[in-house]
């Protein structure tokens, strides 16, 4: 099993003329933490297009990660967000299902609510169903919520929770998150639990705290009848919607963390059959080098979803992964 250590490489040079010129990050853990010059709300923009921070601090001792290839199937998700009308969706559906999918992957969509029956009408039997959100009970006096009964009754199979834009647009915290996702399990829906830091989180070197605490939330929160039903996607949030993608080493280094932490805290057999999935602008151009690394299972995808042929491009990245072993 490889050994991932968190230390990199010292800061390089900065100059007014590069805006900013850093060495590879993958920004986990330190214990000083340099900041951007003149940092604003508009900090991503400093950044090329594979996002590198600042280096590690090599006062605190590096954290030694194993990384232990899952064994689950590759898993595709596609987020439709509040996206489409009846004639994109329409048209979205016909364009999957004339896509050629290699057949050993598990591929999911989850339309906004209002289309899901329109889907699952008309969309081929080899892409499952997901909601993009579910309620925290049984359903009742809750304007404008969605139970999971109501789900599983127009053939929903998965659900996604935790999002980011859930966190931190909507509010929803570890503790809501963690219920919500105990009652659709054991109501028997699968679970596409997520979690993943902010901008100024990397910078602090923070990564692994609000990662493990997030995943701390699914595991603590009430009784999880199993993990068979849940797939973990890590999605930095500076990374998602910004065309800021992390590097296939950023993206291995968490998710080999996050099955150590599975390992440590839950069992070794639910660290290696847990899908762990990478989103974060994941696109037809950048899924094949993702797909190589050993601990990162698959993808969940937003915009590109939105494009049938640029998706299916995505779900067959799994041959990158064949190639990779």
Request: net charge neutral.
């Given at each position: 099993m490889a050994m991932l250590s968190t230390s990199l490489s010292a800061a390089g040079s900065k100059s007014a003329a590069t805006l900013y010129s850093p060495p590879n990050f993958s920004g986990l853990r330190r214990s000083s933490c340099p900041k951007l010059e003149n940092p604003s709300s508009n900090s991503l923009h400093l950044f090329d297009?594979?996002?590198?921070?600042?280096?590690?601090?090599?006062?605190?001792?590096?954290?030694?990660?194993?990384?232990?290839?899952?064994?689950?199937?590759?898993f595709?998700?596609?987020?439709?967000?509040?996206?489409?009308?009846?004639?994109?969706?329409?048209?979205?559906?016909?364009?999957?299902?004339?896509?050629?999918?290699?057949?050993d992957v598990d591929v999911v969509v989850a339309p906004p609510f209002v289309y899901i029956d329109q889907v699952k009408s008309s969309l081929t039997d080899k892409i499952e169903i997901s909601a993009q959100n579910s309620w925290v009970s049984k359903g009742g006096a809750?304007?404008?919520?969605?139970?999971?009964?109501?789900?599983?009754?127009?053939?929903?199979?998965?659900?996604?929770?935790?999002?980011?834009?859930?966190?931190?647009?909507?509010?929803?915290?570890?503790?809501?998150?963690?219920?919500?996702?105990?009652?659709a399990l054991n109501e028997g829906?699968?679970?596409?639990?997520?979690?993943?830091?902010?901008?100024?989180?990397?910078?602090?070197?923070?990564?692994?705290?609000?990662?493990?605490?997030?995943?701390?939330?699914?595991?603590?929160?009430?009784?999880?009848?199993?993990?068979?039903?849940?797939?973990?996607a890590y999605e930095p949030v500076w990374a998602i919607g910004t065309g800021k993608v992390a590097s296939p080493q950023q993206a291995q280094e968490v998710h080999a963390a996050l099955r150590d932490w599975l390992k440590k805290n839950v069992s070794d057999e639910v660290a290696s059959k847990t899908r762990i999935i990478y989103g974060g602008s994941v696109n037809g151009g950048n899924c094949a080098e993702l797909a190589k690394q050993e601990d990162i299972d698959g993808f969940l995808v937003g915009g590109a979803s939105l494009k049938g042929p640029?998706?299916?491009t995505i779900v067959n990245s799994v041959t990158s992964k064949k190639v990779a072993a």
């Open positions: 297009s594979q996002l590198r921070l600042p280096s590690l601090s090599t006062r605190r001792p590096c954290r030694a990660v194993v990384a232990m290839a899952g064994t689950g199937k590759f595709v998700g596609g987020n439709w967000k509040c996206n489409g009308t009846k004639e994109s969706i329409t048209k979205l559906v016909s364009d999957l299902n004339d896509a050629k999918l290699e057949s809750f304007t404008g919520e969605i139970s999971v009964e109501q789900l599983k009754d127009i053939g929903a199979k998965w659900v996604i929770l935790g999002h980011s834009e859930r966190r931190h647009v909507i509010g929803e915290d570890d503790l809501f998150i963690g219920k919500k996702a105990a009652y829906l699968g679970v596409i639990a997520c979690i993943g830091e902010l901008l100024e989180d990397r910078e602090a070197g923070k990564t692994f705290d609000v990662c493990f605490t997030q995943l701390k939330a699914y595991y603590s929160t009430d009784a999880v009848p199993s993990w068979d039903n849940i797939v973990i640029e998706f299916a």
